[in-house]
């Protein structure tokens, strides 16, 4: 599945209606030749209007093809956004194009290889800090679910911060996530498996287990809670003087009471 001579490649062009297609791509992991036997194959099919349908799975030539529909001028934005340029950056430059009769692929291509972080570094980090602020109403649940044994309040709450406060900081840091199959391992590897956060984040999710006897919901819940001052330890130089501020310290000082008065 290299090049447009590949008869897969064929089949699955063959298949489209040119009409109203700005061009296809070949992205994931057929696109960076990492391919195993339970991969999928996945397209992105460019276009000025997004059709009702616009993702879908499909069986075609008895492989499983995922079909993306993108707005390219929506992949334009997504380099100005640090959230979206962390996911956008590595797949635009790694992707295969199989059909570009004008070159607007290959534009938005060039685009991606000529990106630089440094340009969005003030937006990433209002962006983190914003995420951290609102993770506040989380830890908030996550104290009261502990107080209560409320396991299903702390489960939830700790999902929650733990899929906010990995974005923030992956966004924050400026990772490049190649791979949504390396995305935990691109953190670890940045913070350090021995780092307070990544203890904390692997505690959260339930990676490691914890100490025995302790109920999961509760290991988890009071993970959260250290992922949540980890990552404003992370961000303490970004908050001060921040909007946000007092609601990041308030939360702080909520969870810190918390330890303190909770039985173990």
């Known amino acids: 599945m290299k090049s447009l001579d590949d008869p897969f490649i064929q089949s699955l062009l063959a298949q489209f209606d040119p009409a109203g297609i700005i061009g296809i791509a070949l992205v994931g992991s057929y696109s960076r030749n990492q391919q195993g036997s339970h991969s999928d194959v996945d397209l992105d099919i460019f276009v000025d209007v997004l059709p009702d349908e616009s993702y879908t799975l499909r069986i075609l030539d008895g492989k499983l093809v995922s079909l993306k529909y993108i707005r390219l001028r929506d992949e334009y934005a997504a380099l100005q956004d640090p959230e979206q340029a962390i996911w956008a950056v590595p797949g635009l430059r790694r992707m295969k194009i199989l059909l570009d009769e004008k070159k607007e692929i290959a534009n938005l291509q060039q685009a991606a290889f000529d990106f630089k972080w440094e340009e969005l570094q003030a937006a990433a980090n209002d962006y983190a800090v914003t995420e951290l602020m609102g993770c506040a109403e989380e830890a908030q649940k996550i104290i009261g679910g502990l107080l209560q044994e409320n396991e299903s309040k702390v489960m939830y709450a700790s999902w929650g911060i733990f899929k906010n406060l990995t974005a923030a900081a992956a966004a924050q840091a400026g990772l490049m996530i190649e791979s949504e199959n390396l995305y935990f391992s691109t ?69 810190a009471s918390c330890k303190q008065n909770m039985p173990a």
């Open 187 to 255: 953190m670890q590897a940045h913070f350090g498996n021995d780092h307070p956060w990544t203890r904390a984040f692997r505690l959260c999710f339930g990676m490691d287990t914890g100490e025995p006897g302790v109920p999961a919901y509760k290991i988890r819940g009071r993970a959260a809670l250290d992922l949540y001052e980890q990552t404003a330890h992370l961000f303490g130089e970004i908050i001060a003087n921040n909007r946000h501020q007092e609601v990041i310290e308030a939360a702080l000082q909520s969870i």
